[in-house]
């Protein structure tokens, strides 16, 4: 079942996002260097963006138990860009890699709807090089590739506690 995301689901949340953040630290330890205090960094961002105008919130229950979230931000592209308004999604991921086919489709086929009715002209999905299962339902759902991100990092990022 999917619906909108509410403050109950804060915790469930962070919880998901802090396990792929562990994920993601692996696939790029620079970039996605994660901060020993990321939780509670990004509660009090979560909450706000619960409450913006702009933002699609969107969480999918199995059996009561949260095992996906999507959020996304709906923002003007730049104005060097016909694309308009724009549907962007970075805080996306789903209990386990297997889940992606259905219930990261799910919640991805929600928030398009939602943003096609909220009038945005484009879907843009963040995700990394590396996570294979989430890239793979992308495609299968017709998106493409539009940008890469490349890094060189200057220093060592320091290690999470």
């Known amino acids: 079942m999917i619906r909108i995301a509410n403050e109950t689901d804060l915790a469930a949340i962070l ?3 802090d396990a792929r953040r562990r994920q993601y ?3 790029q330890p620079a970039f996605w260097a994660k901060a020993p205090d990321s939780r509670e960094k990004q509660l ?3 909450a706000a963006q619960l409450q913006r105008e702009n933002v699609i919130a969107l969480v999918h229950e199995t059996n009561g138990q949260i095992d996906g979230f999507l959020i996304a931000t709906l923002v003007m592209a730049p104005p060097v860009y016909t694309a308009g308004l724009t549907c962007s999604v970075d805080d996306y991921c789903v209990a386990a890699p297997e889940l992606w086919p259905t219930v990261g489709a799910a919640l991805l086929e929600a928030s398009a709807e939602a943003a096609r009715t909220r009038g945005a002209a484009q879907m843009v999905i963040v995700t990394a090089n590396r ?7 992308l495609a299968g759902q017709g998106y493409t590739i539009a940008s890469e991100w490349w890094t060189l990092p200057f220093c060592t990022p320091p290690k999470a506690n």
């Open 44 to 46: 009090p961002f979560l």
């Open 131 to 137: 996570d294979r299962p989430k890239r793979t339902m």
């Open 25 to 27: 630290e692996i696939y």
């Open 15 to 17: 919880e998901l996002a």
